[in-house]
């Protein structure tokens, strides 16, 4: 019988190795210009040229799908964005994290130490509220627009945070991404196996570099062929496997402009900035699918808060209450407001699930559950 859960007890470093010791053939992917680090990389002038036709654009889609799945599950685009956006853009990121120091909001991080970075969370929104017309020039971008439709489909939706690791700021652990990859072991695990294997599909990976980054200055670690593991998400923390990645990650070097995107269930993480000064800067583009979400629109905390005073009354035990707000509530605390929320750890904040369970766990008043949820 085909085992259904994940449990980290039960991975085995050596199916990694097999998966991470694959070679990447570069005669396996239209379009791309050469294979580095067992990273294959594209050149994004001739990649333009070859996506001008429908049939070009059809091929180098079909050559990008199968690197993020079946592939080392990470492509390169040299030149991707042009030069002067880049840096006008870089200027407005700069002028963003001055501002939010000031005020006091911003930073925190998912997979590394409080202060090694600067932060601007919800940089798509902010550079358009400041800067349209940049905005515009800067997201009108063939090759962006080919690798997400290439993976995601169309009607996919781009947030971006920006990064800026500091000289002397460490590396992240290596980590797998949003979704799973911010769970907590135990609460990953509680997802069915098919839920991680479909899971990456449903987001994909991408960096701007907003600055040359020669390997001194820490560009990101990446392990190709990595995402193929499919307990990837339950075993990342272990030992055995990030000491692997120690021993067998890649540094591809970048210029101001290349792009990265990767498959998210591939181990990764930030390098460490060895530079006394250089600020590197990076703009992450987290993309995700139209299709994950609910087909209605429900204005949950409203339910919640009828329903509260039955759960406070009802003669109910635990599960039962946890069986109604599952149906009711949201039991994802994302998408998130990450300025007043800071990340600090793989999950930013509780579900507003788990906020109702513990009032009826403490028995609040209606008032304090409703701010709660509105803080939330």
């Known amino acids: 019988m085909p085992n259904h859960w994940f449990d980290a007890a039960e991975c085995d470093l050596k199916d990694l190795i097999a998966l991470c010791?694959?070679?990447?053939?570069?005669?396996?992917?239209?379009?791309?210009?050469?294979?580095?680090?067992?990273?294959?990389?594209?050149?994004?002038?001739?990649?333009?040229?070859?996506?001008?036709?429908?049939?070009?654009?059809?091929?180098?889609?079909?050559?990008?799908?199968?690197?993020?799945?079946?592939?080392?599950?990470i492509v390169v685009f040299r030149n991707a964005f042009d030069h002067d956006a880049v840096e006008a853009v870089s200027e407005v990121f700069r002028t963003i994290i001055v501002d939010e120091r000031e005020r006091g909001i911003g930073g925190g991080d998912h997979f590394a130490r409080p202060g090694d970075n600067d932060r601007v969370w919800n940089a798509l929104e902010k550079v358009a509220m400041r800067d349209p017309e940049l905005f515009v020039r800067y997201y009108d971008n063939e090759i962006l627009d080919l690798v997400c439709h290439a993976w995601l489909g169309p009607g996919y939706q781009v947030t971006s945070q920006v990064n800026v690791v500091n000289p002397g700021g460490l590396q992240q652990q290596p980590h797998r991404d949003?979704?799973?990859?911010?769970?907590?072991?135990?609460?990953?695990?509680?997802?069915?196996?098919?839920?991680?294997?479909?899971?990456?599909?449903?987001?994909?990976?991408?960096?701007?570099?907003?600055?040359?980054?020669?390997?001194?200055?820490?560009?990101?670690?990446?392990?190709?062929?990595?995402?193929?593991?499919?307990?990837?998400?339950?075993?990342?923390?272990?030992?055995?496997?990030?000491?692997?990645?120690?021993?067998?990650?890649?540094?591809?070097?970048?210029?101001?402009?290349?792009?990265?995107?990767?498959?998210?269930?591939?181990?990764h993480g930030a390098g460490t900035n060895r530079t006394t000064n250089v600020r590197r800067i990076a703009n992450l583009l987290q993309i995700s699918s139209a299709l994950g979400r609910a087909m209605e629109s429900v204005d949950r905390t409203a339910v919640v808060l009828a329903l509260y005073p039955v759960l406070l009354d009802a003669d109910m035990s635990p599960d039962a209450v946890r069986r109604v707000l599952a149906a009711s509530a949201e039991g994802y605390p994302f998408p998130g407001d990450l300025d007043r929320n800071r990340p600090e750890g793989e999950s930013s904040d509780q579900s507003p699930v788990d906020i109702t369970l513990r009032a009826v766990r403490e028995r609040w008043a209606v008032d304090e559950l409703a701010a709660r949820l509105a803080a939330q």
């Open 21 to 73: 010791t694959q070679p990447t053939v570069l005669d396996d992917y239209p379009g791309a210009s050469a294979i580095q680090q067992n990273t294959i990389v594209y050149d994004s002038a001739s990649l333009r040229d070859q996506i001008a036709s429908p049939e070009g654009r059809r091929s180098a889609m079909a050559g990008l799908a199968d690197a993020l799945h079946t592939g080392p599950g």
């Open 178 to 267: 949003y979704h799973l990859g911010f769970m907590p072991d135990d609460r990953a695990a509680a997802y069915p196996a098919h839920v991680h294997l479909m899971s990456p599909m449903l987001t994909l990976q991408g960096a701007v570099a907003h600055c040359d980054m020669p390997v001194e200055t820490g560009p990101t670690m990446y392990l190709p062929h990595s995402q193929k593991y499919a307990p990837g998400y339950v075993a990342w923390r272990r030992p055995e496997f990030k000491q692997y990645f120690a021993d067998h990650h890649v540094q591809l070097e970048l210029s101001a402009g290349d792009a990265v995107f990767f498959n998210p269930a591939l181990f």
